[in-house]
């Protein structure tokens, strides 16, 4: 009895697996390829794990409520999680937009989105949406984020200069775009806030100002994305050199 008991649970852990995969996919038809971009002069860190550090720590230093105030996140906005993970900040960012707002959980790896389908569902939080992308392109809806995080996870984009290029028709006008990393090499799992504002510039991004958060949280750069009729050609777009010591 037992193991009947123990394989029907697992046949409905599939079943509901299943479920949520067929409901997560891409949002938007893809951008520009990866082709068309050159490639990053610097190491690119692997994908380790979905989640960074324990949420009580991250909780202890207000790293949610930092990135809010910065970026003036307020109820009834549509931000994007980009790097999703585990959930951390679509949880809390999800509370904080309100039932008139929501997030958008953004992600390359489905198994992660999978499993923060099933926490917002726990949860019970509707205003989460999710959205599957590629390593050179979130995959968003045009238009369609007030504000977008990226925390922790920006040395891991394979081709940066695509992922910005294709990240910018997804912001509305006025958007900003939060980037939370250490000041450490791309190697090590960090990027130097010069190499970051270097990538950024390069596809036409301007920087709006960079905060130092508590404790070992790193830094945290806010941009503003480009305007759509000064947009360069992918062609166009120099790679940064990647700076001394940052291997």
Known sequence: MTALVYA??????????CAYAADIGYLA???VAANEF???QRPVARIVSSRRSAEERRDALDEAGQIARVLELKPGMTV????AGSGYHTVRLSYLVG???SVVAQDVTRDYLIELARRTELLKLPNVQFALGEPHDPRLPASSLDAAILVHMYHEIAQPYAFLYNLAPALKQGARVGIVDLELPTSKHGTPIELLRCELTAVGYREVAT???AGDGGYLAVFSPPEVAGRKSPRDI???????GTR
Not at 8 to 17: C, G, I
Not at 238 to 244: L, Y
């Open 8 to 17: 029907a649970t697992l046949l409905v852990a599939f079943a509901t697996a």
């Open 29 to 31: 038809p893809p951008g």
């Open 38 to 40: 050159p490639s990053p």
């Open 80 to 83: 994007g999680d980009i790097g």
């Open 99 to 101: 039932p008139a707002g």
């Open 211 to 213: 905060h130092k958060l």
């Open 238 to 244: 120099v790679a940064c050199r990647d700076p001394a």
